[in-house]
């Protein structure tokens, strides 16, 4: 809440000013029934008809100045929530922007998403509630409480004991019904699941003939969600009934001591008005309060849902300790860098445990790499491979020894200044929607047109961009779902290039493309001068011309060097060239 | 011309409105009796609860100072309390009886609804987005269920309010009655006035809103690639345009929208202090014969309640309109068309022998496109037909006519000689085993996901089919060995050991017929050529499509069709397409390069 109540200081001017005009509506609100009761003593029993029309005006004056104040009560309350929760995207966008890798996969992004959403709307709208409900109708039943008093104590001893029966009823049910409206959510969560994956898994289903069985799991989570459902609003409906009972009691006896009163002349007709008037205000308040309750703590648990995002500290940065190397002295690198040429990436006994995980996804690995080599990295499916150039960038950080990149310890190097260096294209290929221009932008900006129809050349991508209607400005749709898998993987890779990186890292990122096309792309490839290249693959095809492989298995080095050499040492290395091989003949 | 088409336009809207009416009421139907219950409990509720101030009201009058008619006043003492029991244990099985009605609708429609998931043509699924169809079942159906359902007993009530309180004011007073009637067009004018403008900014605010969600879901969905390219500081100065545009008009929105209240609790005040003065001058100068003080109470109870139902009524009728739109898009899915039954004759194909035949079929997606054309294929029981080609060259189809997920336009298919759609749906489908490349698993158990194609398998049967398919030993090391959850979207398995797992379904079932697309792409190639083995092993004697990339995978298949744009280019065995030197020859030559 902290965060949430943080951003509220921004708008202190706004957060006092909107309950304050509210609190003066309430105010004229309450003075109306005495307004009313004084038409009926004064006016009424004397037949003074001047004086019912002051007692009038009167009460219109009292309506005219409580829409005025309520009205600029409204605007602040809406100009305090809407710019909390606008600071609370922005910084929340910010924050999430920081997240490293570890933290993206512990939270996950679809959650991520919906509280930068829906989440900090509902806190927009809990924000608005309570600065416009919050106090007026605790206040409008305490005052009208008061005002009844003040007209006779002993009369409106009732109002002593409606009030807390009235609580006691709202607070129970509420206590009752909320936790078992988050069951209510839970369930209809699952139901959703249920119909996602009906949909997803269509064909496999169809194929198993499994239709019924999906449908009975269904029905059973469509019973169990109704059931629940009718069990709430059996007593949710309860609310309205027992609170009309006990505010119908209360009046029951106000009639009772009322002729009592009347009778021996302590009390007067108009009087008695404004007594059951009170009553009823109280009762439209108190269902307001019951709703407001229901959207504050709707938007409390959103709000700290929203916190539970900015807890997260991030480990994205270079260590504290070391930061001063990194700022304050940037020409070090450069030395380092230019000195260490033979090292230029170095692994020294790295280890590597992903949060969350017991076993190591990599163990020990040592090797360093020269500038300008190309390294070929080949594997087993979840051997390691990936989590190995992930390394490089510092998207994760190795738990044990040392990555060295120039020289430099990749914990303590600038994030943006390291990644820089780095053009990545991951195996899943992901482009943005806007253009095919802008997307190869985000390598870098200081490309020309001519370099980018390089970088598509290189990449095998320059014959089908040049059919897009537009070609450089061809529309991208969101994911590049207007892109086949192949033409997304050329692309991701043109992107790459465009970084006009120092080390360029290709993770599995041509299986989507024939051999032709990848044959190409490598040749192409490695005719780029100074690029220290990472190819990660499953086709010794793809690395046999490398300067060095490196063979993982399970997390380990199975075996380093050149393809030849390797078909001598590394029986795994042999094994895996010879499936591919034979088949070949 | 063009007038004539918006006019039909316009009575089609109007017609499909109309039909969307009638399939609710057909819903309603089933609770006929439960409908017209809850209709006259809430007309009951509605006249007691008018009664209470008029009996108030009458009460006052007895309290005259030293002359109270005690006898009357515990007589209306009574009554109240009676009156308010019957209403609160009305109102109460009114409750239960619109939440039973409502959830059993919602429960009927869902329920439907998945049932006609499973038998729409895949035609009409592969044509709408996963989102879309999840929120017609669930959001639309909630909201359906919420505006309709409920809103139209808010609805009912508000209306009966308005209709009993005047009743009741004109059995009072008609003249007082006037004076509320004049004022009630003030509130029409600022209710509508008012709920105007805020539907506009709302529209307004909703687009910026969807358009900051696109780029929330592509930045935040995709923040490793971000990252990768310190695209941070960019995407934070997009995010703050788009935040600051979405602000303002939500600001606006927010704004108008709160103005409802205030403003209708103004014009309750008119009306309270109308009745107030009329009220008082009639009593004044009839000498309270026109008008009691306890009959001017009621009616200033009537007053301060008056724009309620006003409101209620103003509030349901946008959501009645958001609900009818909502069950437009549920209805519009739960009618339509669905895949035919199995024709009378169809036979059960018990053991499969596995001779395919293609006659002549011709195929497309859409009509103006063509696809495959008088495609003719004839393969013997038990022989392994590869596929091979570029991507979207129409591999995937050839599986989809083969499932029956799609029919041929024209021509047949045959399964051992019987047209496949003289074969009933199941056999057929029980007939082939697939893996395909986009692995599917469902929210459940390592061991419900491998045992869907043969829910009663043993322990037994399927440990050997994971052996066989080499999943065993990794599924052995997850936290809970087979009994592991899984989920779509859990992750947690990589690529690879999803494919091993669709591996593990098929080696279960043993069926006569095997589909394998891309069965093993990410699976690196050792355990790939293990698997191979064990496929060779199921493969033989039985009928096999296989489609691959990795032409090594498929040089031993009987026949190899290669095919682009649709069509099939060349057919034959690995030697005869390598010694026709065509597409093929230069596709296979090409990975050595």
New interface residues.
């Given amino acids: 809440m902290n965060k949430v109540l943080g951003q509220l200081k921004f708008y202190r001017k706004e957060a006092v000013l909107a309950p304050l005009f509210k609190l003066l509506?309430a105010t004229f609100?309450l003075f109306?029934p005495l307004v009313?009761a004084a038409?009926?003593d004064n006016?009424?029993a004397t037949?003074?008809?001047a004086y019912?029309?002051k007692?009038?005006l009167l009460?219109?004056f009292?309506?005219?100045i409580?829409?005025c104040a309520?009205?600029t009560a409204?605007?602040f309350?809406?100009?305090a929530?809407?710019?909390v929760?606008?600071r609370l995207?922005?910084e929340m966008?910010?924050h999430?922007?920081?997240?490293s890798?570890t933290d993206?996969d512990r939270i996950g992004?679809?959650t991520?998403?919906t509280r930068?959403?829906s989440d900090i709307n509902q806190v927009?709208n809990g924000v608005?509630m309570v600065l416009?409900l919050l106090l007026r109708s605790p206040f409008i039943v305490g005052g009208a409480c008061i005002m009844a008093l003040l007209i006779d104590v002993k009369a409106s001893l009732i109002f002593l004991i409606i009030i807390p029966a009235l609580t006691i009823v709202v607070c129970v049910i509420m206590k009752i019904t909320i936790p078992l409206y988050k069951k209510v959510q839970m369930r209809?969560d699952e139901?959703?699941?249920?119909?996602?994956?009906?949909?997803?898994?269509?064909?496999?289903?169809?194929?198993?003939?499994?239709?019924q069985?999906?449908?009975n799991e269904?029905?059973a989570n469509?019973?169990a969600?109704?059931s629940i459902?009718?069990f709430v609003?059996?007593i949710s409906?309860?609310m309205?009934?027992?609170t009309?009972?006990i505010v119908?009691?209360g009046?029951?006896v106000l009639?009772?001591k009322?002729?009592?009163y009347?009778?021996?002349?302590r009390l007067t007709?108009?009087q008695?008005?404004a007594l059951?008037?009170y009553m009823?205000q109280i009762l439209v308040e108190l269902i307001k309060l019951a709703n407001l309750i229901v959207t504050v703590t709707k938007a409390v648990a959103c709000a700290n849902r929203v916190e539970e995002v900015f807890n997260v500290t991030t480990d994205?940065l270079p260590d504290r300790a070391n930061i001063k190397e990194t700022t304050d002295n940037p020409d070090e690198f450069k030395v380092k860098e230019s000195e260490n040429d033979d090292k230029y990436i170095e692994f020294e006994n790295v280890c590597l445990t992903y949060e969350g995980s017991s076993d190591e996804a990599l163990s020990d690995i040592s090797f360093s790499v020269k500038k300008g080599q190309t390294v070929g990295i080949i594997?087993?499916?979840?051997?390691g491979k990936t989590s190995l150039v992930h390394l490089i960038?510092g998207?994760y950080k190795a738990t044990k020894g040392t990555v060295r990149i120039g020289g430099v310890d990749v914990k303590q190097w600038n994030?943006?200044k390291l990644?820089?260096k780095?053009g990545?294209v991951?195996q899943k290929a992901?482009l943005?929607?806007g253009t095919i221009k802008e997307n190869l932008l985000?390598?870098s900006d200081d490309n020309t047109d001519r370099q980018l129809w390089e970088w598509l050349d290189i990449s095998q991508s320059k014959e089908f961009v040049e059919g897009k209607n537009g070609q450089l400005e061809a529309s991208v749709n969101?994911?590049g779902k207007n892109f086949?898998?192949?033409q997304r993987q050329r692309l991701t890779i043109a992107?790459a290039l465009a970084?006009k990186p120092q080390i360029l890292i290709l993770d599995d990122s041509s299986?989507?493309l024939?051999?032709?096309t990848d044959?190409k792309l490598r040749t192409q490839i490695n005719a780029l001068e100074n690029m220290t290249v990472f190819i990660v693959s499953?086709?010794t095809?793809s690395i046999s011309n490398a300067d060095m492989i490196i063979v993982l298995d399970d997390g380990k080095i199975a075996g380093i060097g050149k393809h030849e050499e390797l078909l001598d040492t590394c029986p795994?290395y042999k094994?895996?060239h010879m499936?591919?091989v034979s088949?070949?003949? | 011309m063009n007038n004539s088409k918006i006019k039909s336009k316009k009575e089609s809207n109007k017609e499909l409105k109309n039909n969307t009416i009638k399939s609710v009421l057909h819903l309603i139907g089933k609770h006929k009796i439960h409908a017209a219950l809850s209709l006259l409990f809430a007309l009951l509720t509605v006249a007691f609860?008018l009664y209470?101030p008029i009996l108030?009201g009458k009460?006052?009058d007895?309290?005259?100072?030293?002359?109270?008619d005690?006898k009357n006043?515990k007589k209306?003492?009574i009554t109240?309390?009676v009156l308010?029991?019957l209403?609160?244990?009305l109102?109460?099985i009114m409750?239960?009886i619109?939440?039973?009605m409502?959830?059993?609708v919602?429960?009927d429609i869902?329920?439907k609804?998945?049932?006609k998931?499973?038998?729409v043509p895949?035609s009409y699924?592969d044509t709408q987005t996963?989102g879309d169809?999840?929120s017609r079942?669930?959001a639309d159906v909630?909201q359906f269920a919420d505006g309709l359902l409920l809103g139209f007993a808010q609805f009912f009530t508000g209306v009966m309010t308005i209709i009993g309180t005047l009743l009741f004011m004109i059995s009072i007073n008609i003249k007082i009655t006037l004076v509320v009637v004049l004022v009630t067009p003030l509130s029409f004018f600022v209710a509508s006035f008012i709920s105007k403008k805020t539907y506009s900014m709302f529209t307004k605010a909703t687009l910026k809103?969807g358009e900051?969600?696109?780029f929330?879901?592509?930045?935040?969905?995709?923040?490793?690639?971000?990252?990768?390219?310190?695209?941070?500081?960019e995407?934070?100065k997009q995010?703050?345009k788009l935040?600051?545009d979405?602000?303002k008009y939500?600001?606006k929105a927010?704004?108008y929208s709160?103005?409802t209240?205030?403003?209708t609790?103004?014009v309750n005040?008119?009306v309270?202090?109308?009745v107030?003065?009329f009220g008082?001058?009639l009593?004044?100068t009839t000498g309270g014969v026109g008008l009691t003080?306890?009959q001017?109470?009621s009616f200033?109870?009537y007053a301060?309640?008056y724009t309620k139902p006003f409101n209620e009524i103003s509030s349901v009728i946008t959501e009645l309109q958001n609900a009818i739109a909502c069950a437009q898009r549920i209805f519009e899915f739960l009618e339509a068309p669905e895949i035919e039954k199995d024709l009378p004759d169809a036979i059960t194909l018990s053991e499969a022998k596995g001779d395919v035949t293609f006659d002549d079929v011709s195929f497309s997606y859409l009509p103006e496109q063509r696809l495959i054309e008088h495609f003719n294929l004839d393969v013997k029981a038990g022989s392994r037909i590869a596929i091979v080609g570029?991507?979207?060259c129409g591999k995937t189809t050839l599986i989809n006519l083969l499932?029956r997920?799609y029919d041929p336009v024209e021509g047949r298919i045959l399964i051992d000689g019987h047209e496949n759609n003289h074969i009933t749906m199941?056999s057929l489908?029980?007939s082939?085993g697939?893996v395909?490349q986009e692995t599917?698993l469902?929210?459940a158990t390592v061991r419900e996901n491998i045992a869907?194609?043969k829910?009663d398998a043993t322990d037994e049967e399927i440990i050997a089919a994971a052996k066989a398919a080499h999943s065993h030993s990794?599924i052995k090391r997850l936290p809970k060995g087979y009994d592991t959850l899984i989920?779509?979207?859990l992750g947690g398995l990589?690529q690879?050991?999803k494919q091993l797992l669709?591996i593990t379904?098929v080696m279960l079932?043993l069926p006569p017929m095997l589909i394998l697309d891309e069965a093993t792409?990410?699976?690196?190639?050792?355990?790939?050529?293990r698997i191979q083995k064990a496929f060779l092993k199921l493969m033989e004697g039985r009928t096999s499509f296989v489609v691959a990339?990795r032409?090594?995978?498929i040089?031993e298949s009987d026949v190899i069709l290669v095919m682009k744009d649709g069509n099939v280019i060349e057919q034959g065995s690995h030697d005869e397409l390598i010694v026709q030197k065509g597409f093929y020859y230069?596709?296979y030559n090409?990975?050595?390069?």
């Fill in positions: 509506e609100e109306v009313m038409i009926v006016g009424i037949g003074n008809k019912i029309l007692q009038g009460l219109i009292l309506g005219v409580g829409l309520s009205l409204q605007f309350a809406a100009k929530a809407v710019g929760a606008t995207r922005h966008f910010s999430i922007q920081s997240f890798f993206i992004t679809s991520l998403i930068i959403t927009q608005n416009r209809l139901l959703t699941g249920n119909t996602r994956e009906n949909v997803a898994g269509v064909r496999v289903i169809r194929a198993f003939n499994n239709e069985i999906q449908v269904f029905d469509n019973e969600l109704s459902q009718v609003g059996k409906g309860l309205n009934p027992l009309y009972l119908n009691a009046i029951a009639i009772y009322g002729a009592l009347i009778d021996s002349g007709q108009g008695v008005i059951i008037n009823s994205d594997g087993g499916t979840g051997c960038p998207f994030m943006e990644r820089e780095v990545i991951m992901v943005f929607s985000w390598g969101a994911g086949s898998g192949g992107r970084r299986s989507a024939d051999y032709a044959a499953q086709r095809s795994l094994e895996i499936t591919q088949d070949i003949g | 609860t209470v108030t009460s006052i007895y309290m005259i100072e030293g002359d109270t005690w006043i209306i003492i109240i309390a308010v029991v209403t609160i244990i109102q109460w409750n239960v619109n939440t039973k409502t959830y059993a919602v429960k869902r329920a609804a998945i049932r998931l499973q038998n895949l699924l996963q169809l999840v079942v669930i909630d809103r900051q969600t696109g929330i879901d592509e930045m935040i969905g995709n923040l490793k690639v971000v990252k990768a390219y310190t695209h941070e500081d995407a934070i995010f703050d935040n600051d979405l602000a939500s600001l927010l704004f709160s103005l209240n205030p403003s609790r103004f005040g008119l309270y202090a109308g107030g003065v008082a001058i009593i004044v003080v306890g001017l109470s200033l109870s301060n309640q570029p991507t979207g499932m997920f199941q489908r029980h082939f697939m395909l599917w469902k929210n869907m194609g829910p990794f989920g779509e979207e990589s690879g050991q669709s379904r079932c792409s990410s699976i690196d190639t050792i355990t790939e050529r990339h032409l090594s995978t040089k230069n596709l090409s990975q050595f390069n």
